[in-house]
């Protein structure tokens, strides 16, 4: 059972704007960096962002993380078809001592 | 270019053992962590196991504890996975992925592997 909640499905149509939470405690996200990870139809993960609200290179600035408290988010403008994937947002939690993902967001456009 | 390959998925019978492996390239293998995680059919991530850098530490979700063991060997760059005591509920994808510092000192995974299934049944 996941310990971060995500919304199970997000839909907007192209050129929207879409927003993704993720709910976690003090000894997750309250205390570590939030991660997100993009996986298309069929294929591995990738590092969508790290740290909060950092892109790894080669990540489109339409993806962008942010952090307030025991919350994350990732918002993506411009919303493409190819952004159809799932998305899974991260952090390690101090008291499992696992790192714990969320139960992942399926964006459909 | 970064580059991890999975193997030694198959079909394996409940309550038997299976080693996965993976093999790393594009990096200096033995200057990061790396960490194990699944994802069972249809369903969410779940992360499985980290080892460092040189293998000195290393941390088990607590689904797999005492009955998985991550090992790594830098000379051959390559990272294991041994799977005694199988369940069907360890039915998943297996990734490898490489681990990298962050801001709060933990480590989390970057470039992943394409993953190797496991079967667990009769």
């Known amino acids: 059972q996941s310990v971060l909640a995500q919304p199970p499905s997000a839909s907007g149509t192209p050129g929207q704007r879409v927003t993704i939470s993720c709910s976690g405690s003090s000894s997750n996200i309250g205390s570590n960096s939030v991660n997100w990870y993009q996986q298309l139809p069929g294929t591995a993960p990738k590092l969508l962002s790290y740290?909060?609200?950092h892109r790894p290179s080669g990540v489109p600035d339409r993806f962008s993380g942010s952090k307030s408290g025991t919350s994350a988010s990732l918002a993506i403008s411009g919303l493409q078809s190819e952004d159809e994937a799932d998305y899974f947002c991260a952090a390690w939690d101090d008291s499992l001592n696992s790192y714990v993902f969320g139960t992942g967001t399926k964006v459909t456009v | 270019q970064v580059q991890l390959v999975e193997s030694g998925g198959g079909v394996v019978q409940p309550g038997r053992s299976l080693r996965l492996s993976c093999a790393a390239s594009?990096?200096?293998?033995?200057?990061?962590?790396m960490h194990w995680v699944r994802q069972a059919p249809g369903k969410g991530l779940e992360w499985v196991a980290l080892?460092?850098?040189?293998?000195?530490?290393?941390f088990y979700a607590d689904s797999v504890k005492g009955r998985f063991t991550i090992s790594r060997d830098n000379s051959r760059n390559t990272l294991h996975l041994q799977m005694n005591s199988l369940r069907p509920d360890d039915t998943a994808v297996y990734y490898c992925?490489?681990?990298?510092?962050?801001?709060?000192?933990?480590?989390?995974?970057?470039?992943w592997g394409r993953g190797t299934l496991v079967t667990v049944s009769s």
């Open positions: 992925a490489r681990g990298v510092g962050d801001y709060s000192g933990k480590l989390h995974p970057d470039y």
């Open positions: 594009g990096f200096t293998f033995s200057s990061y962590a």
């Open positions: 080892i460092s850098y040189d293998g000195s530490n290393k």
């Open positions: 740290g909060d609200n």
